[in-house]
């Protein structure tokens, strides 16, 4: 297999893979949140394999250029901590769509994942 057919293949998994966790977080119903390693897991049926959820953390950060209708903030760490977002303003821009939502962090800003974890059925 020549090289750029290589790079077009893993551009086209990519390209797949980006698809398929976008599709996933659009399905999170509002007032509920789904973690970065949760989508990874999902998203292993059109990715190479599990991608880290450093790399779905980078997906959704590139979003807005292309699905910039996606419902990010529902996307939480696993340990029920909001997102990485590199910006002060994100983190609390997050914190406040999902307080309209009706779902709310604690003191220490951590959200009750058993309360508003979903998940999704299996396909």
Excluded: N
Excluded at 26 to 34: A, D, F, S
Excluded at 38 to 59: E, H, K, M, N, Y
Excluded at 71 to 95: D, F, M
């Amino acid at each position: 297999m020549s090289q750029s057919m290589s790079q077009t293949l893993r551009s086209e998994r990519w390209e797949a893979c980006c698809r398929r966790i976008y599709d996933l977080v659009r399905r999170i119903p509002c007032g509920k949140v789904m973690t970065y390693g949760q989508l990874a897991g999902l998203a292993a049926d059109v990715c190479d394999s599990a991608v880290p959820a450093i790399v779905v953390g980078r997906i959704l950060a590139s979003s807005g250029r292309f699905a910039p209708d996606l419902p990010w903030w529902r996307v939480i760490g696993c340990e029920g901590r909001r997102g990485v977002l590199r910006k002060r303003h994100e983190r609390s821009r997050q914190r406040d769509l999902l307080a309209r939502e009706g779902v709310h962090a604690d003191a220490e800003g951590r959200f009750d994942l058993p309360a508003y974890q979903y998940s999704p059925p299996d396909p």
